[in-house]
């Protein structure tokens, strides 16, 4: 384990006290049947009705002293989330039961009951006082491991002193030095860290702290530098969890090849792709001051839950579709460009960086969709261009002949006149002959004749028309195969620029599609240069993890570990080119990453050519602007 990947896993076990087989409730003649009923509900995770039945045993049956029952009353409690009634049960059980061979496991309990209240100092004290009296190894194991969270997670240092005062057992003496360097070195004091660490007997450490104990040693051997804590919530279960463990997976392996240089731990919680859990542990963060901000692929809902979230915890996004939720708090900080952003800096940059003036669009029309098309239509119109075309197609644009029949007909229009008895400008013609490796019917039906309208000598489809400067085609997730293949139908030679749903290498790499869509551009954040699969949608969360974890480890080794001082360099906008993400926050509250790169398609790749903040071009080969 290293230290910049502690992994907080608040879980809690279930120590098993009886095995018994099902006995159906008619059949329940003894305390033994009743018992083993009752054990049967808990292990099958009915917990209201095992209580029922410990309950009925303790008033019906053994007038409130049995040990077993009434401890299982408390686990069953405990399972409901019914905190304050299985504590309440299990004070009771220990100032009944004195040296009950269970006490053990009632401890244990109200150390979990602690970690669930969040007084994780409560909790390692409980733990460590049954430590010295356990002597089943794997009893012994579970009680470390909570332990080990309740460090990563963080003790407070005066709580940590007042526990060691009162330790004399030496194995524990050595743990709670190993905590405190922990939190010497999240507090900044690396004299104090170094005092923690070299008074640790490490031949008498237990082997599930040797991994921290290494990790602090080498920090403290290495340069001894200081490392700030965030937060980091992530789907790891529940239908999101693909997403989750592939943004982990990078930020893994982001932290295995920069290791020496990391100034960020990052405590990993599952939100269970829930939203609601989402909210609930980012209310836990914020109260929690040694954490400097939080992070992680939000869903929307989510990400809206967090902008009402009071104090001055930074939040940071990695990814969403709401264009104006940075405005709603300044402490929410959008790690990738919103689609608002890449629409509006497409239309800058084919305008005034490209200079091109007849422009058309063609994009999904329903009300969810045309979002970015909107963006894109209005920043041309606030840059003075009215687009020569617009049209719009509804549901799978399984066949949209109409909408490419009204961009040739403008595109015929835009031709100069010419001589009539001249021949039509030695305009090129081109033979589709080539184009149908595969029955594009498979896509789209071809339009019939009668549909179309008649054609003039000069209205001929196999002329190339060049007059339309560029064609801006924002489609929906899957549409690639279908707006693919119709693309070449109609023999427009111009600039085509898509979205980030054009990532689809599978499709895009076809024969029937990929040599008609050379040079192909798209302004994105992200380069589809890192890739663990063949999935776009993977790679990008993957990128996403190793990227912004390496972003944040830039920002944390400028501040000193406080959360102002985290946010006001965040502000600073510093420019950050990573693997395959571009990131520099600014916008109207600097929290809004404004940073493109310029993707565009030859061959079989898609290759960035430069970055763009909307107003200057940087080009990577010559960095000439």
Same mark, same amino acid.
């Given at each position: 384990?290293?230290?910049?990947?502690?992994i907080?896993?608040a879980?809690?076990?279930?120590?098993?006290?009886?095995?018994?087989?099902?006995?159906?409730p008619?059949?329940?003649?003894?305390y033994?049947?009743?018992?083993?009923? /009752?054990? %049967?509900? @808990?292990?099958? *995770? &009915?917990?209201?009705? +095992?209580?029922?039945h410990?309950?009925?045993? =303790?008033?019906?049956?053994?007038?409130?002293y049995?040990?077993?029952a009434?401890?299982?009353? /408390?686990? %069953?409690? @405990?399972?409901? *989330? &019914?905190?304050?009634? +299985?504590?309440?049960?299990?004070?009771?059980? =220990?100032?009944?039961?004195?040296?009950?061979?269970?006490?053990l496991?009632?401890?244990?309990?109200l150390?979990?009951?602690?970690?669930?209240? &969040?007084d994780?100092?409560?909790?390692?004290?409980?733990?460590?006082?049954?430590?010295?009296?356990i002597t089943?190894s794997?009893?012994l194991?579970?009680?470390?491991?909570?332990i080990?969270?309740?460090?990563?997670?963080g003790?407070?240092?005066?709580q940590?002193?007042q526990i060691?005062?009162?330790?004399?057992?030496?194995?524990?003496?050595?743990?709670l030095?190993?905590?405190?360097?922990?939190?010497?070195?999240?507090?900044?004091d690396?004299?104090?860290?170094?005092?923690s660490?070299?008074?640790?007997?490490r031949s008498i450490l237990?082997?599930?702290?040797q991994?921290?104990?290494?990790?602090?040693?080498?920090y403290?051997?290495?340069?001894?530098?200081?490392?700030?804590?965030?937060?980091l919530?992530?789907?790891?279960?529940?239908?999101?969890?693909?997403?989750?463990?592939?943004?982990?997976?990078g930020?893994?392996?982001?932290?295995?090849?920069?290791?020496?240089?990391?100034?960020?731990?990052?405590?990993?919680?599952?939100?269970?792709?829930?939203?609601?859990?989402?909210?609930?542990?980012?209310?836990?963060?914020?109260?929690?001051?040694?954490?400097?901000?939080?992070?992680?692929?939000?869903?929307?809902?989510?990400?809206?839950?967090?902008?009402?979230?009071?104090?001055?915890?930074?939040?940071l996004?990695?990814r969403t579709?709401?264009?104006?939720?940075?405005?709603?708090?300044?402490?929410?900080?959008?790690?990738?460009?919103?689609?608002?952003?890449?629409a509006r800096?497409?239309?800058?940059?084919?305008?005034?960086?490209?200079?091109l003036?007849?422009?058309?669009?063609?994009?999904?029309?329903?009300?969810?969709?045309?979002?970015?098309a909107d963006?894109?239509?209005?920043?041309?119109?606030?840059?003075?261009?009215?687009?020569?075309?617009?049209?719009?197609?509804?549901?799978?644009?399984?066949?949209i002949?109409?909408?490419?029949?009204?961009?040739?007909?403008?595109?015929?229009?835009?031709?100069?006149?010419i001589?009539?008895?001249?021949?039509?400008?030695?305009?090129?013609?081109?033979?589709?002959?080539?184009?149908?490796?595969?029955d594009?019917?498979?896509?789209?039906?071809?339009?019939k004749?009668?549909d179309v309208?008649?054609?003039n000598?000069r209205d001929?489809?196999?002329?190339?028309?060049e007059?339309?400067?560029?064609?801006y085609?924002?489609?929906?997730?899957?549409?690639l195969?279908?707006?693919g293949?119709q693309l070449?139908?109609?023999?427009?030679?111009t600039?085509l620029?898509?979205?980030?749903?054009w990532y689809?290498?599978?499709?895009l790499?076809?024969?029937?599609?990929?040599?008609h869509?050379?040079g192909?551009s798209?302004?994105?954040?992200?380069?589809p240069?890192?890739?663990?699969?063949?999935?776009?949608?993977?790679n990008?969360?993957?990128?996403?993890?190793?990227?912004?974890?390496?972003?944040?480890?830039?920002?944390?080794?400028?501040?000193?570990?406080?959360?102002?001082?985290?946010?006001?360099?965040?502000?600073?906008?510093?420019?950050?080119i990573?693997?395959?993400?571009?990131?520099q926050?600014?916008?109207?509250e600097?929290n809004?990453?404004?940073?493109?790169?310029?993707?565009?398609?030859?061959?079989?790749?898609?290759?960035?050519?430069?970055i763009?903040?909307?107003?200057?071009?940087?080009?990577?080969?010559?960095?000439?602007?």
């Open positions: 384990m290293i230290l910049h990947m502690l907080v896993l879980s809690v076990g279930i120590f098993g006290i009886v095995q018994a087989q099902l006995v159906e008619d059949t329940i003649i003894t033994y049947d009743r018992f083993d009923v /009752a054990i %049967s509900f @808990f292990e099958r *995770g &009915r917990y209201r009705l +095992a209580q029922s410990f309950q009925h045993i =303790l008033t019906n049956e053994k007038e409130f049995d040990p077993a009434q401890l299982m009353l /408390a686990k %069953s409690q @405990f399972r409901q *989330g &019914r905190l304050s009634d +299985a504590d309440r049960t299990c004070r009771s059980f =220990l100032n009944t039961f004195p040296n009950s061979p269970y006490e496991h009632a401890q244990a309990l150390g979990d009951i602690s970690i669930l209240k &969040r994780y100092s409560s909790a390692m004290n409980r733990f460590l006082s049954i430590r010295p009296s089943d794997l009893f194991l579970e009680i470390d491991n909570r080990v969270s309740c460090i990563s997670i003790v407070r240092s005066d940590i002193e060691l005062f009162n330790e004399t057992n030496d194995i524990n003496r050595a743990i030095n190993l905590t405190r360097g922990y939190r010497s070195i999240l507090d900044g690396n004299y104090e860290a170094r005092l660490i070299d008074v640790i007997e237990p082997i599930q702290y991994d921290m104990f290494n990790a602090l040693n080498l403290k051997e290495d340069k001894g530098s200081f490392q700030a804590t965030v937060a919530i992530l789907p790891l279960t529940g239908r999101h969890k693909t997403i989750g463990q592939t943004f982990l997976m930020l893994a392996d982001m932290v295995n090849d920069h290791q020496h240089d990391m100034t960020v731990n990052f405590q990993i919680y599952n939100n269970r792709s829930n939203d609601v859990k989402s909210l609930q542990l980012l209310k836990m963060v914020n109260l929690d001051r040694s954490i400097i901000a939080a992070m992680g692929p939000l869903s929307n809902r989510s990400a809206i839950a967090a902008a009402g979230i009071l104090g001055s915890l930074p939040i996004i990695s579709d709401l264009p104006d939720l940075p405005q709603t708090s300044e402490d929410l900080f959008l790690l990738s460009p919103s689609l608002e952003i890449q800096f497409t239309a800058r940059y084919l305008v005034n960086n490209l200079l003036k007849n422009i058309a669009v063609i994009a999904p029309g329903g009300d969810e969709d045309r979002a970015q963006y894109f239509l209005d920043e041309l119109y606030q840059l003075g261009i009215d687009p020569v075309a617009v049209e719009w197609y509804h549901g799978k644009p399984e066949n002949s109409r909408q490419f029949r009204v961009l040739r007909k403008t595109a015929w229009k835009l031709l100069p006149e001589n009539p008895n001249q021949d039509a400008l030695d305009l090129e013609i081109d033979s589709l002959d080539a184009l149908f490796d595969v594009v019917t498979d896509f789209f039906e071809l339009p004749e009668s309208e008649t054609m000598q001929s489809s196999k002329i190339v028309l007059t339309i400067h560029a064609l085609l924002p489609i929906k997730n899957n549409e195969a279908y707006v293949t070449p139908m109609y023999n427009l030679n600039l620029v898509g979205n980030e749903n689809d290498f599978d499709v790499n076809q024969d029937v599609i990929g040599p869509v050379q192909l798209i302004l994105s954040s992200m380069s240069s890192v890739g663990i699969s063949k999935n776009a949608n993977l990008t969360f993957y990128s996403m993890g190793y990227d912004q974890g390496k972003f944040v480890n830039m920002i944390t080794s400028q501040s000193s570990g406080k959360r102002r001082m985290f946010k006001d360099y965040l502000r600073r906008g510093m420019r950050f990573g693997k395959s993400t571009v990131i926050l600014s916008g109207k600097r809004e990453n404004q940073l493109l790169q310029i993707l565009e398609y030859h061959g079989k790749q898609m290759k960035a050519i430069g763009f903040d909307g107003n200057t071009l940087v080009n990577y080969k010559t960095g000439l602007q």
